[in-house]
């Protein structure tokens, strides 16, 4: 069974999509050849190679935060929901299954960043280089299983109440560090950048103290790097750490089997709504027909109800405050009200899949009359509340407080970020749709309701540079604060003037094919469906 899994297993990887794991892969390479470089370095008295300690236990660490940055996505190829109801014992299935966990772009990655174990150890002869490469499968079995233990736990914890806003501060914390984390460094290096002073402070990569490589050694991080320097060395143990790897990466190995069959042998949850559905008050909102605002009191309603957006929501607020506390702490006060543009493109990023979150529901809209432009209105109104007018706020809001001299930049960012996500979000929405679990069998946080990633990498670029944009023209033309903030309202104008044209037009042309795809639950068929669809039938007139 564990081979036919491998071969089940390899095909998926052949004929499915190959864009994320590219993008994982490419990256993760290059950061692993880095750390190979640097182990060289090490091993002829360049640096010390303390800093491979320290780089092995960041690595081994993100197995561990890793999976909390996406907990609301099954990382497994092979979904455990395909093999329920199998003529097979669960915990013969589970224990098969687990075989196949080993197969991946993230434990190819860590094997190539563990080689650098290998490099370090080759001075100390032929011995020492057999036991770093015992030490390298050892670490990578221990980091593997731990990584899929945690991501276990996760997508059972977020079945939880609690799980939406965990799943969110998880996600945030990941976030902010992975894009303010570098603000620290960069203020020590510049640290009065602010005032126009560009006097760099050159650091230095000395030996780190021993103390402080025995913590990092002792670390289940850092026992493959003891057992290695210890076998180069000729000294410590080396059983030892080398036992404790084998030994709690089974442990963790057989967790994840119990729970793997556990989950196997429950029964499907119903979807069940957690209040019941009264007719409420209906929204008004000025200077817009009562369809529209029905559509905008429905996706208010929706982003604080339903789980997948209530994720996202919370986490596209929550990454941007974090983010300012990280650039507050660092002494870069001046760079805080970049934090409003910032908003507006997170907000952005988390809006870029609402049709396919709303799945099936959208034959209502089709057999509608009137109701597709409603919708899209709608869906840039409800936006512009919980994302747009607050981004702008927070940008001024914080310029007040910091008196910066990149006040109008930011502002001026933030207008114009702000339209371009209010407008580009429900055209992207319908151009690369991630079809997952339907909304209205969607129980808890942690199924898998679409990967969004290629939209996200596609609707960032494009915010990040209308919001650069007002900044870029005011520094041409060198003109007051006011000029900015024009060019920011100008090309917001441009954006919402634009886009929901074409935005309805496509969802007049691709909404059937569309709805097609959520049924089948697959956005390959969204393609063909469409091709098929626009030679048959005119679009529809709605």
């Known amino acids: 069974m564990t081979g036919t899994l491998f071969a089940l297993k390899l095909r998926l990887f052949r004929n499915g999509p190959h864009n994320e794991r590219a993008f994982s892969l490419v990256p993760g390479l290059v950061l692993a050849a880095l750390v190979i ?55 013969r299935l589970a224990r098969a299954l687990s075989w196949t966990e080993l197969l991946g ?58 799980g939406t806003t965990l799943a969110a501060a998880q996600t945030a914390i990941m976030l902010a560090l992975s894009f303010a984390g570098w603000v620290p460094v960069a203020a020590w290096l ?16 000395g030996w780190l103290p021993a103390p402080m490589i025995d913590v990092l ?40 089997i119990a729970l793997t069959a556990r989950a196997l042998r429950r029964p499907l949850r119903q979807a069940r709504p957690r209040r019941p559905a009264v007719p409420g008050r209906q929204m008004s909102v000025p200077f817009a027909t009562s369809q529209v605002s029905a559509v905008v009191g429905r996706d208010l309603a929706t982003w604080l109800r339903d789980p997948a957006r209530g994720v996202e929501l919370r986490s596209a607020w929550l990454t941007p405050l974090l983010m300012a506390l990280i650039i507050a702490l660092s002494g870069w006060s001046w760079a805080l009200p970049l934090m409003g543009p910032a908003a507006a493109v997170f907000g952005a990023m988390v809006a870029i899949n609402t049709y396919a979150l709303d799945g099936t529901a959208l034959w209502l809209l ?14 840039m109104a409800a936006w512009a509340l919980l994302f747009g007018v607050p981004s702008i706020a927070l940008a001024a809001a ?28 429900p055209l992207l929405a319908l151009v690369m749709p991630a079809v997952g679990v339907d909304a209205r069998e969607r129980v ?73 795809a959520m049924t089948a639950r697959d956005a390959a068929v969204l393609r063909s469906s469409a091709h098929k669809a626009e030679r048959r039938n005119p679009p529809i007139d709605n």
């Open 37 to 91: 470089v640097a182990a060289s370095l090490a091993s002829r008295g360049l640096i010390g190679e303390g800093w491979i300690a320290v780089v092995l236990t960041v690595w081994g660490g993100m197995w561990l935060f890793g999976p909390l940055a996406q907990p609301r996505h099954d990382p497994s190829v092979i979904s455990r929901e395909w093999l329920r109801g199998y003529p097979v014992r669960p915990w």
């Open 105 to 162: 772009v993230g434990p190819l990655i860590t094997l190539a960043c563990l080689l650098s174990l290998v490099v370090l150890a080759a001075p100390g002869g032929p011995v020492a280089t057999a036991i770093a490469v015992v030490a390298v499968m050892a670490q990578l079995y221990l980091l593997v299983w731990a990584g899929k233990k945690v991501a276990a736990l996760a997508a059972r914890l977020l079945q939880t109440p609690a």
């Open 190 to 205: 510049l640290p009065r950048l602010g005032e126009g002073g560009t006097n760099l402070v050159t650091p230095t990569l």
């Open 217 to 256: 050694a002792a670390l289940p991080t850092g026992w493959g790097y003891g057992a290695t320097v210890a076998a180069r060395d000729g000294a410590g143990a080396i059983l030892l750490p080398l036992a404790a790897l084998l030994s709690v990466g089974a442990l963790l190995q057989l967790s994840w």
């Open 366 to 379: 089709l057999t509608t009359p009137g109701a597709l432009k409603a919708d899209v209105r709608g869906r």
């Open 398 to 425: 914080l310029q007040a407080a910091t008196g910066s001299p990149l006040g109008a930049a930011a502002v001026g960012g933030a207008i114009a970020a702000a339209a371009a996500g209010c407008a580009l979000a």
């Open 444 to 516: 808890y946080q942690g199924q898998q309701a679409g990967d969004a990633t290629g939209g996200q990498m596609t609707i960032f670029p494009a915010t990040l540079l209308a919001a650069v944009l007002p900044g870029g023209v005011g520094v041409v033309t060198g003109g007051p604060w006011w000029v900015t903030v024009l060019a920011a309202v100008s090309q917001a104008a441009a954006f919402l003037s634009i886009t929901p044209a074409l935005t309805l037009r496509l969802l007049q042309r691709r909404g059937t094919a569309l709805l097609d």
